[in-house]
């Protein structure tokens, strides 16, 4: 709840600071190499995009038409991250054995 709550805030802060599309940085460690990472809708379980983690590390990228409720999926584990957001930077980190209390917020630097 705690991580859904920043992620709450995050779309004010960028409310000054438009981007082109979203990007999603993550690093969770205990990920085996090539395992896909997901973004998927929050409403209808529908894939937005995905990425293959090497050594804990992805990158999921895309636009979205309108802020919503998004769920991050690692293949092959139940757990899900879940987040409110828009075409923000965000990091996510954390470790796949604590998958509830993986951190989520935004990325600053890579605002434009």
Not at 70 to 84: A, H, P, S
Not at 88 to 97: F, H, P
Not at 99 to 105: E, F, L, P, R
Request: charged share 20%.
């Amino acid at each position: 709840m705690k991580k859904l709550f920043i992620v709450l805030l995050m779309p004010l802060l960028g409310l000054a600071q438009p981007t082109n599309g979203f990007v999603i940085k993550g690093n969770i460690s205990g990920i085996k190499d090539n395992t896909e990472v997901i973004l998927m809708s929050g409403n209808d379980g529908k894939t937005i995009t995905s990425d293959k983690a090497v050594k804990g590390v992805f990158t999921l990228t895309g636009k979205l038409n309108e802020p919503d409720v998004f769920l991050i999926r690692v293949v092959g584990t139940n757990e899900l991250v879940d987040l409110y957001m828009q075409n923000d930077a965000v990091a996510v980190s954390g470790s796949l054995a604590d998958m509830k209390n993986i951190k989520v917020g935004l990325i600053h630097s890579l605002i434009n």
